[in-house]
């Protein structure tokens, strides 16, 4: 065997990163393929990796079932990259890892194919560290820790384990690398049954080892979908029914339909429900429901078609199980319009009683509980919200029209009066009014909503929306999410705008765990992608903020905001060409609007193409109305312009405009953060003294 390799005895000390798989074997061979091209694909992608790669210090060897990274100059590089990895798995809860870090002794090797290779006990300690760790687990060798535990990056993210007896009897102290955002802060199974084992004979301990190694085997084989992070055992999506009337004419209703029971089934405790955007991003997919199933990480799937005229409806609903496709209820709904909102209610406690979820009083008041009694007006609500959630300005303009039309039926109809607030809200946003005038437009509509019906969580959502980006009322704007969280955990938008709000205070750790919460509520949904990257950017990490992007266009192309965050995730990492020609996509979707340009020209002007950017904002600036004083602000900083930046952040501050509220955290404006007029400003946005 000797005569197959020629050793180059010559030993360096290199940075080793173990990757692993977990119970790989026991997957099916196209189902490891499919993990491992995703896997490769993730680790190439990450800015370690490519930093090392170009750099030329960065072995790689493939292990069938995982890979091993050498980094020979960096011996932070492991650990940075294992997070990055961890992060963006994030994205694919199907790879379940786990990472061991090393720092040791290697020699390069070539094998029988004449391709360079390692070996040395620096790969097989890193590979025994691994071996030590759980799904989710990344593990470094305490003295990879004991080195980088000065460093105050590194620091608070260490967890010392004690040692881990491996093969042959020998023990290797570790230390648990985890935060909020990536990692296993469990102990790991081996330390919990080393933990567990009294002193014996050396006889007796080898008995007792190779029963737990029989148990251990049997465990992963056995149980290998534990380790694959499966879906909450009581999981949900409905997709949207469809539309079977004879003209095809109702897809507001059967839309609508859908919706509502999404609602109801979200008051539902112990049940997972998928927000609405993910289950309409796969309408007329024509998916089977086990590929649905896995897109959307849930057990079953809720399908079911409306037939719906002259005052009469059909509904066909059937709950499905995604693990094997069999239905587990189905039932045909036949009545007149005056029922339909008894509809959902039904359709909810039938579905919970299929699961065998018990309601409890509170649960079935809520479930059964009717937002009106009019049916006319609660059919104008469903055409509204069906136009509502295709977030044009005519669309929302519609709405807003069908909202009012609604409450002037039923002035008692609190979900009418929120669609009304939300229209405002999004009218204000999108620059078809100005901020302050959608505001106030809003406020009276918001409250309305609440006087009414106090345990509606949208109604605090919008209420903490308006108190956020109008009113600058931090601490009353947490208070309401808190409750809206309270009342309805299942809710993706209030975990989305929770997380922005969290973001905007500076308190990132917890923005992204409230974004990932977002994220697995509503997987398919773009803009919490593009929320996703915005809190990375604001935290400094644009590396991280690149890979939510690439995912939102993923799911639609043509998704402006993705862009205009990819080419300030860009701007910030330095990649001045990429973040122009990210910036003119923006400016193309968008049809050239003074918002969009204004991006283009942020592009320019920390290229150093203060030429471009001048003749862009000239071109722009002389259509008032049309651009952001705060992005005028963040172009000023970016050409060094302290002056004009703080002049053009007092107009933004005054206007209430679009982003001012991101000032607090927002990297664009660092040039200029230390001028005491920026401080000033500031404290009018976010008082000091509030609690972060």
């Known amino acids: 065997?000797?005569?197959?390799?020629?050793?180059?005895?010559?030993?360096?000390?290199?940075?080793?990163?173990?990757?692993?798989?977990?119970?790989?074997?026991?997957?099916?061979?196209?189902?490891?393929?499919?993990?491992?091209?995703?896997?490769?694909?993730?680790?190439?992608?990450?800015?370690?990796?490519?930093?090392?790669?170009?750099?030329?210090?960065?072995?790689?060897?493939?292990?069938?079932?995982?890979?091993?990274?050498?980094?020979?100059?960096?011996?932070?590089?492991?650990?940075?990259?294992?997070?990055?990895?961890?992060?963006?798995?994030?994205?694919?809860?199907?790879?379940?890892?786990?990472?061991?870090?090393?720092?040791?002794?290697?020699?390069?090797?070539?094998?029988?194919?004449?391709?360079?290779?390692?070996?040395?006990?620096?790969?097989?300690?890193?590979?025994?560290?691994?071996?030590?760790?759980?799904?989710?687990?990344i593990l470094v060798s305490k003295r990879v820790a004991d080195d980088l535990a000065p460093l105050p990056r590194w620091n608070r993210y260490l967890h010392d384990l004690g040692e881990c007896e491996v093969k042959h009897g020998r023990k290797i102290a570790l230390v648990n690398f985890y935060d909020e955002t990536f990692g296993n802060p469990e102990?790991?199974?081996?330390?919990?049954?080393?933990?567990?084992?009294?002193?014996?004979?050396?006889?007796?301990?080898?008995?007792?080892?190779?029963?737990?190694?029989?148990?251990?085997?049997?465990?992963?084989?056995?149980?290998?979908?534990?380790?694959?992070?499966?879906?909450?055992?009581?999981?949900?999506?409905?997709?949207?029914?469809?539309?079977?009337?004879?003209?095809?004419d109702q897809e507001y209703f059967s839309d609508g339909i859908s919706e509502q029971i999404i609602n109801s089934l979200a008051k539902v405790r112990g049940l997972f429900v998928v927000a609405r955007t993910s289950s309409f991003a796969l309408k007329n997919a024509n998916q089977d429901v086990r590929e649905v199933g896995q897109r959307l990480h849930v057990n079953h799937v809720l399908e079911g078609s409306v037939s719906h005229g002259a005052g009469k409806f059909r509904v066909d609903v059937r709950l499905v199980n995604v693990a094997d496709g069999y239905q587990i209820w189905s039932e045909t709904f036949d009545s007149s319009d005056k029922d339909v909102l008894s509809l959902q209610s039904d359709v909810a406690k039938k579905v919970a009683a299929a699961l065998r979820i018990e309601l409890g009083i509170?649960?079935?008041?809520?479930?059964?509980k009717q937002p009106t009694y009019d049916h006319e007006a609660y059919d104008l609500y469903l055409r509204g919200?069906?136009?509502?959630?295709?977030?044009?300005?005519?669309?929302?303009?519609?709405?807003?029209?069908?909202?009012?039309?609604?409450?002037?039926?039923?002035?008692?109809?609190?979900?009418?009066?929120?669609?009304?607030?939300?229209?405002?809200?999004?009218?204000?946003?999108?620059?078809?009014?100005?901020?302050?005038e959608a505001a106030a437009q809003a406020w009276p509509e918001v409250s309305a909503t609440l006087a009414l019906d106090d345990q509606l969580a949208d109604g605090y959502v919008l209420r903490a929306i308006l108190l956020t980006d109008f009113e600058w009322n931090w601490p009353a704007a947490e208070a309401d999410f808190r409750k809206a969280l309270e009342l309805d955990p299942n809710s993706a938008a209030a975990h989305h705008w929770y997380a922005r709000h969290l973001a905007e205070l500076g308190r990132f750790d917890e923005a992204l765990r409230e974004i990932t919460t977002a994220q697995k509520l509503d997987p398919l949904s773009p803009m919490i992608r593009v929320t996703k990257a915005k809190i990375y950017l604001a935290a400094g990490k644009p590396d991280q903020a690149i890979d939510p992007c690439r995912k939102a266009l993923e799911m639609e192309p043509e998704f402006a905001?993705?862009?205009?965050?990819?080419?300030?995730?860009?701007?910030?990492?330095?990649?001045?060409?990429?973040?122009?020609?990210?910036?003119?996509?923006?400016?193309?979707?968008?049809?050239?609007?003074?918002?969009?340009?204004?991006?283009?020209?942020?592009?320019?002007?920390?290229?150093?193409?203060?030429?471009?950017?001048?003749?862009?904002?000239?071109?722009?600036?002389?259509?008032?109305?049309?651009?952001?004083?705060?992005?005028?602000?963040?172009?000023?900083s970016a050409s060094r312009d302290t002056s004009g930046a703080v002049a053009w952040l007092g107009r933004a501050i005054e206007q209430r405009s679009v982003d001012v509220i991101w000032a607090r955290v927002d990297p664009r404006l660092d040039n200029v953060r230390s001028d005491p007029r920026f401080g000033a400003l500031l404290a009018r946005l976010v008082p000091h003294d509030l609690p972060h």
């Open 385 to 436: 919200r069906y136009l509502l959630n295709k977030r044009t300005p005519q669309s929302v303009q519609s709405a807003l029209t069908l909202f009012q039309q609604a409450i002037s039926k039923d002035p008692r109809f609190a979900s009418g009066h929120a669609g009304i607030s939300d229209s405002y809200i999004q009218l204000g946003k999108i620059g078809v009014l100005p901020g302050v």
């Open 187 to 248: 102990l790991p199974q081996k330390l919990k049954c080393q933990s567990k084992l009294p002193p014996q004979s050396s006889q007796r301990k080898l008995l007792i080892a190779a029963t737990a190694a029989v148990l251990l085997v049997a465990a992963a084989f056995t149980g290998w979908r534990i380790v694959r992070a499966p879906p909450p055992q009581r999981s949900i999506a409905v997709l949207p029914f469809v539309d079977v009337s004879p003209a095809k």
């Open 561 to 636: 905001s993705a862009y205009q965050l990819l080419g300030r995730a860009h701007t910030q990492s330095g990649e001045y060409s990429k973040a122009i020609e990210a910036a003119k996509k923006y400016v193309e979707l968008s049809i050239g609007t003074g918002w969009a340009k204004l991006e283009l020209a942020y592009a320019y002007a920390v290229a150093g193409n203060k030429a471009e950017a001048d003749r862009i904002v000239d071109e722009v600036t002389t259509r008032p109305g049309e651009f952001s004083p705060y992005d005028m602000a963040a172009i000023c």
């Open 1 to 137: 065997m000797t005569g197959n390799v020629e050793p180059d005895l010559k030993l360096e000390i290199a940075h080793i990163l173990t990757i692993d798989v977990v119970a790989y074997s026991t997957l099916l061979m196209d189902e490891q393929s499919r993990l491992m091209k995703a896997l490769n694909q993730t680790v190439r992608e990450t800015a370690c990796f490519r930093k090392a790669e170009t750099e030329r210090r960065l072995l790689r060897l493939p292990t069938g079932d995982g890979m091993v990274l050498v980094f020979q100059s960096d011996a932070e590089a492991p650990l940075e990259c294992a997070r990055q990895i961890a992060t963006a798995l994030q994205e694919h809860p199907e790879i379940q890892l786990r990472m061991g870090i090393h720092s040791g002794p290697i020699n390069t090797i070539r094998d029988v194919n004449d391709r360079v290779n390692v070996a040395g006990a620096g790969v097989d300690t890193a590979q025994r560290v691994m071996d030590c760790g759980d799904a989710g687990h």
């Open 362 to 368: 509170g649960e079935i008041k809520q479930i059964a």
